[in-house]
């Protein structure tokens, strides 16, 4: 998103639901689904290694942070 998008108003909610729009119309062709991808296999992992996550806590937790660090611009 660009400056430009920010002062038309655009909201956090906004951006994620059009990013999230595009990945799912996308696929892997769009820029921002490998990292959220690659942010979820590495929660699982720390969620393996941590006694109290469960792997699908540690799955939503990595994507959710590599989904917001892309859209937080």
């Known amino acids: 998103m660009s400056q430009d998008d920010y002062d038309k108003g655009y909201d956090l909610g906004e ?5 999230a ?3 799912a119309k996308e696929g892997m062709s769009h820029p921002s689904t490998k990292p959220v991808l690659t942010g979820a ?3 699982v992992v720390a ?3 941590l006694p109290v996550v469960t792997w699908p806590i540690g799955l939503a937790a990595g994507a959710g ?3 917001y660090n892309r859209i937080k611009k």
Do not use: H, N, S
């Open 47 to 49: 969620a393996a290694l």
């Open 21 to 23: 729009k595009a990945m």
């Open 65 to 67: 942070y590599a989904f």
């Open 41 to 43: 296999a590495v929660g």
């Open 15 to 19: 951006r994620a639901r059009t990013e």
